[in-house]
T-cell receptor, first 111, second 114 residues
Framework: SQQGEEDPQALSIQEGENATMNCSYK?????LQWYRQNSGRGLVHLIL?????REKHSGRLRVTLDTSKKSSSLLITASRAADTASYFC???????????FGTGTKLQVIP | GAGVSQSPRYKVAKRGQDVALRCDPI?????LFWYQQALGQGPEFLTY????????KSGLPSDRFFAERPEGSVSTLKIQRTQQEDSAVYLC????????????FGSGTQLSVL
């Protein structure tokens, strides 16, 4: 079963616009991660935010985490056509426990 | 190696056949995960190893699925008596340690059961 649920399921924007994706999860976490997947194959890690952090930046990416609401958001600023991909959040409960993925947001950036 | 390697990239099996999917994690990585991804869905957890110990196999769909990592490096996911619903991409991921670590994914094995 999926631990997280992304919203929206699909998003289409023009190049240069910002894209925001949201993730809600169910149980307590040690950290939350965001991944990108092109063409339905291997996932690439984007950013990890720990449960005691509220916001994190990496290049054009900004992630927020609200553990009281069990939610996270990923903002991609100044989007490019190359950002077209599916984006997944993943929750890590910590210790020797499994990392589980959400349902994903399919982002299309139109040149 | 430079990254996580999975083989084969594509596998076509007739219903009822047994298949074996291989994962070579990044050298030295302690944790290894297997995921199943159906078309248009997120990866679904199958099983998790820490070195050679299988610490969680709660995601394996049935007793037809079996995974091993005997020497704490290469892992094999075996599916016996394949069925059409087993058709999916099987992803392997590894991380240096357990907890607070990003996962490195292979390109996956796309399994089609006819």
């Amino acid at each position: 079963s999926q631990q997280g649920e992304e919203d929206p399921q699909a998003l289409s924007i023009q190049e240069g616009e910002n894209a925001t994706m949201n993730c809600s999860y169910k149980t307590s976490i040690n950290n939350l991660q965001w991944y990108r997947q092109n063409s339905g194959r291997g996932l690439v890690h984007l950013i990890l935010i720990r449960s005691n952090e509220r916001e994190k930046h990496s290049g054009r990416l900004r992630v927020t985490l609200d553990t009281s609401k069990k939610s996270s958001s990923l903002l991609i600023t100044a989007s490019r056509a190359a950002d077209t991909a599916s984006y997944f959040c993943a929750t890590d409960p910590g210790g020797y426990q499994k990392v589980t993925f959400g349902t994903g947001t399919k982002l299309q950036v139109i040149p | 190696g430079a990254g996580v390697s999975q083989s084969p990239r594509y596998k076509v099996a007739k219903r009822g056949q047994d298949v074996a999917l291989r994962c070579d994690p990044i050298s030295g990585h302690v944790s290894l995960f297997w995921y199943q991804q159906a078309l248009g869905q997120g990866p679904e957890f199958l099983t998790y190893f820490q070195n050679e110990a299988q610490l969680d196999k709660s995601g394996l769909p049935s007793d037809r699925f079996f995974a091993e990592r005997p020497e704490g490096s290469v892992s094999t996911l075996k599916i016996q008596r394949t069925q059409q619903e087993d058709s999916a991409v099987y992803l392997c991921a590894s991380s240096l340690r357990s907890g607070n670590e990003k996962l490195f994914f292979g390109s996956g094995t796309q399994l089609s059961v006819l």
